[in-house]
């Protein structure tokens, strides 16, 4: 069955960037399209942005300047990268599969990763 | 962007009651809608696609109605597992964006 396994540091200062990775297994990325989104603790979802398979990005405008998606289909991994991080984006970073057959929506989820941002 | 506008908050119910739970968008999404049901610790689970198709092996006690901006999840009779906190997302118009939440809890 498919699988997202992230990975990535725990914890990251302030204005450095944050870098995760999501491993899939059980099918190829490169017949879906994936997206990362965030829950800051206690709080709610933001999705951050998308990457097509076709390797086209699209991101939320309010994290546009600062985010890179991108895809290793030789390794079947999904990146994300934000760059000059704060305490606001302390949250919990998810990666997730959208599928045609379920509409386009989030059908497989990550386990999710607890980032701090803190010196 | 759009704005999701989840009600109520907070729904305190028993289990065997009906809970319906709405979700209003600040402008059409046509039919571009998914719920979502997350627990504690865990990650979110698609409960219902396109306003009203239950994701593969979602209970018929679930379902979805609305189009456009006015989106419902009805949970027909409450089991202990459904007490939890649902989200509504649209697809309809970029960014993606969910609404902040209903939290279903045990009366």
């Known amino acids: 069955q498919v699988q997202l396994q992230q990975s990535g540091p725990g914890l990251v200062k302030p204005s450095e960037t944050l870098s995760l990775t999501c491993t899939v297994s059980g099918g190829s990325i490169s017949n879906y399209y994936w997206s990362w989104i965030r829950q800051p603790p206690g709080k709610g979802l933001e999705w951050i942005g998308e990457?097509?398979?076709?390797?086209?990005?699209i991101y939320n405008p309010s994290l546009k300047s600062r985010v890179t998606i991108s895809l290793d289909t030789s390794k079947n991994q999904i990146s994300l990268k934000l760059s000059s991080v704060t305490a606001a984006d302390t949250a919990i970073y998810y990666c997730?599969?959208?599928?045609?057959?379920?509409?386009?929506?989030?059908?497989?989820w990550g386990q999710g990763t607890l980032v701090p941002v803190s010196s | 962007e759009i704005v999701l506008t989840q009600s109520p908050a907070t729904l305190s119910l028993s289990p065997g009651e009906r809970a319906t739970l709405s979700c209003r968008a600040s402008q059409s999404v046509g039919s571009s809608l998914a719920w979502y049901q997350q627990k504690p610790g865990q990650t979110p689970r698609l409960l219902i696609s396109d306003a009203s198709n239950r994701a593969a092996g979602i209970p018929a006690r679930f379902s979805g109605s609305g189009s456009g901006t006015d989106f419902t999840l009805t949970i027909s009779s409450l089991e202990p597992e459904d007490f939890a906190v649902y989200y509504c997302q649209q697809r309809g118009n970029w960014p993606l964006t969910f609404g902040q939440a209903t939290r279903l809890e045990i009366k």
């Open positions: 997730a599969r959208v599928s045609r057959t379920t509409g386009w929506y989030f059908d497989y």
């Open positions: 990457i097509q398979k076709s390797g086209s990005t």
